[in-house]
């Protein structure tokens, strides 16, 4: 129930960008309709409030969008469409969204610190990313590195560059409604930084490479509960806000202090948004089981016989299991790509993946027979249970 209505002339500003990006490459002959439009847009948000909803619904004005941003919500209403030329129209879209924003950037750098740009290169690199088509999954996954920088060089991954909007009880109506949104500014960065850390945890899980962002970089507060952060009205956001105050700063959580925090996750302030922070807790613990196949594989290949790296080796491996094991409690209502994060975690502390990779025939013939004497003895061992199990 999105109260924004897509107007004709955010149409017509489609229309043009679309035109003038594709040039004399791709014909326009009709162009869908503001009500066909304005349902793909809502579709396009509706996609990401399923997981951590890091676009706000409610406080969204397509008339003080960005044309760029649009193309890209159509672009991704519409491949969630079952429809083959409604799909295929998406994929196009998309296209025009990737020569826009690198258009803009190009005529104003400065453009690169909007939220609206930010979120539009999101959404491309989003459905691109994973949308099985081999070039465009290539060339999103080699922009992924720009849209990395510019957050970092901003200064979005540090809890610094967060300003504390907090109401008060005294606050006239016009006040309530300017901190609701500047609070929901604030957040929406908060929320785009975690949903890029996940897309490149997904990614270097996919890719079977190094992840682009440290955990121990992201310092920023964890976002707010998720009643609040989708509170229709800042009367509303209001009301939640006096019943459940936000933590103090130096109460304020983040990933890195998640991971390097014993303390279990239910132990969240309520103010948190809990799902997305065991799902972020899950996807740091995912950077360190790749820390620790890496140099796994290092003294694998050496002839290092150093006893308390062995053991060290050892206790890394147990305590990450452990974590892994406490998190099956948080993980009921967490979304399904962290119930398939979490078991390929689990398999991946067992087993060297690049050996599988190996032996399904990525490096040919040759080294599918090396990795094939290997798994023939880790099949035998202990892991190789936990592994398959």
Not at 212 to 233: C, K, N, Q, T
Not at 255 to 262: C, G, P, T, Y
Not at 344 to 355: A, E, F, G, I, W
Not at 361 to 386: F, M, P
């Amino acid at each position: 129930m999105f109260p924004d209505e897509l107007l004709s002339s955010s149409r017509d500003q489609m229309f043009r960008l679309v035109v003038t990006t594709a040039d004399a490459k791709v014909s326009v002959p009709t162009f869908p309709s503001v009500e066909c439009l304005d349902i793909l847009v809502k579709v396009g948000i509706a996609k990401r409030l399923e997981t951590d909803a890091w676009i706000h619904p409610y406080t969204f004005s397509s008339e003080h969008t960005r044309p760029e941003l649009l193309i890209a919500l159509v672009a991704a209403g519409c491949v969630c469409f079952g429809v083959p030329a409604v799909n295929r129209t998406g994929l196009v879209l998309l296209e025009i969204a990737r020569v826009a924003l690198n258009k803009l950037i190009e005529e104003d750098n400065s453009t690169i610190r909007d939220l609206q740009y930010l979120q539009a290169s999101m959404i491309w690199l989003d459905v691109c990313g994973f949308c099985g088509h081999k070039r465009k999954m290539e060339i999103a996954e080699s922009n992924l590195q720009p849209l990395v920088t510019a957050l970092r060089r901003f200064g979005k991954f540090d809890k610094a560059a967060y300003e504390t909007v907090t109401p008060t009880p005294i606050d006239t109506t016009e006040e309530i409604e300017a901190k609701w949104r500047r609070w929901v500014h604030v957040e929406s960065y908060k929320r785009l930084v975690h949903h890029l850390f996940e897309h490149d945890m997904l990614m270097a899980m996919a890719k079977h490479r190094q992840p682009l962002i440290s955990y121990a970089e992201l310092s920023l507060p964890l976002p707010a509960s998720r009643h609040l952060w989708l509170a229709p009205s800042a009367e509303i956001w209001h009301k939640l806000f006096m019943e459940n105050p936000e933590p103090t700063q130096s109460d304020h959580r983040s990933v890195r202090s998640m991971l390097a925090d014993q303390k279990p996750l239910s132990c969240l302030p309520g103010q948190y948004d809990h799902g997305l922070a065991t799902t972020m807790y899950l996807y740091g613990i995912s950077a360190q089981t790749w820390e620790y196949n890496q140099q796994s594989i290092l003294m694998a290949n050496g002839n290092d016989d150093d006893a308390s790296l062995q053991l060290w080796m050892q206790s890394r491996h147990q305590s990450l299991y452990q974590k892994l094991k406490s998190l099956t409690v948080n993980l009921e209502h967490s979304p399904a790509t962290a119930h398939l994060t979490y078991q390929y975690q689990m398999m991946s502390l067992h087993v060297n993946v690049d050996t599988v990779i190996r032996f399904a025939g990525k490096c040919g013939e040759v080294e599918a027979h090396c990795a094939y004497q290997d798994l023939r003895l880790w099949s035998v061992e202990k892991s190789a249970r936990i592994a398959i199990w």
